[in-house]
């Protein structure tokens, strides 16, 4: 049965190398899988799903105007049967764009991986994030350490000098030169949010 899933973590936790082990594991069945990824993010290029180990795939990009329902029921027309539907950077959609994999589950009866960050530099939800926390099927927690040992939850974003940067747009795309992943308590003790 077709599911909806939601994988998330802080950043370095591995989504993108899981989810690129998951379209070679459809790959090496004979099975055809798609990935989206957010056109926003062209580090290594647009509609490039790339890890930090250096592992990468094409992918198909997309925006805030994509339909992706209507880019997946494209893709089939065009390329024959899918079997699964896997998006990176999964907190860059928007709500809507949340419902329209829903449908592509519940209508197409394609399952759908969504990989992505929870939280925000601030602790905040991202759009994406929200609307897969809320009607995801499955949510898996991937986890990560924190320097300080502890589990990393949360994302700090820091300067050139490695400081908390507080405040800015909510995005803002880089990898290991600008952000962080701590534990919730490293993250108060950094930003400043500790009881005294």
Known sequence: MAKLYFYYSAMNAGKTTTMLQSAHNYAERGMRAMLLTPRVDVRDGTGIVSSRIGL??????????TDLFESVRADIEQNGPLHCVLC???QFLDKQQVWQLSDVVDRLRIPVLCYGLRTDFRGELFPGSQALLAIADELVEIKTICHSGKKATMNLRVNVAGEAIKEGPQVEIGGNERYVSVSRAE???LMGLERQ
Do not use: I, N, P, Y
């Open 187 to 189: 993250f108060k003790k």
């Open 56 to 65: 990468q795939s094409a992918g198909v990009a997309f925006d805030e105007s």
């Open 88 to 90: 990176d950077e999964a």
